[in-house]
Nanobody, 123 residues
Framework: QVPLVESGGGLVQAGGSLRLSCAASGRTFNGYAMGWFRQAAGKEREFVAAITWTGGGTYYADSVKGRFTISRPGAGNRVYLQMNTLKPEETAVYYC????????????????WGQGTQVTVSS
């Protein structure tokens, strides 16, 4: 069973917005940092955003600062990624992830991954 399930991906025009959701499945992630990564075709997976288990700390890749917002209402087991002013080069599969350590997650080695959701930004 996949522990994290993403939704909300789709096709959007450049400059548009999408909101991704990630929900825990089959277990809880209390005490875990959660975050988002993305992988474009032919490229390595890259960090996008992370949030601490309390929701009090948020971290972003420089490329998305000011446009993307990660949130975790009530420090729960669901995390969102609001993506605004999307660019064609941000077309990728977006993955949700979780780890007890925010640093381990941000460094690309989280313990848990979702199956990913496709985001396509047309020019």
């Amino acid at each position: 069973q996949v522990p994290l399930v993403e939704s909300g991906g789709g096709l959007v025009q450049a400059g548009g917005s999408l909101r991704l959701s990630c929900a825990a499945s089959g277990r809880t992630f209390n005490g875990y940092a959660m975050g988002w990564f993305r992988q474009a075709a032919g490229k390595e997976r890259e960090f996008v955003a992370a949030i601490t288990w309390t929701g009090g700390g948020t971290y972003y890749a420089d490329s998305v600062k000011g446009r993307f917002t990660i949130s975790r209402p009530g420090a729960g087991n669901r995390v969102y990624l609001q993506m605004n002013t999307l660019k064609p080069e941000e077309t990728a599969v977006y993955y949700c992830a979780a780890d007890m350590s925010r640093l381990t997650l941000q460094n690309g080695s989280p313990q848990y991954w979702g199956q990913g959701t496709q985001v396509t930004v047309s020019s």
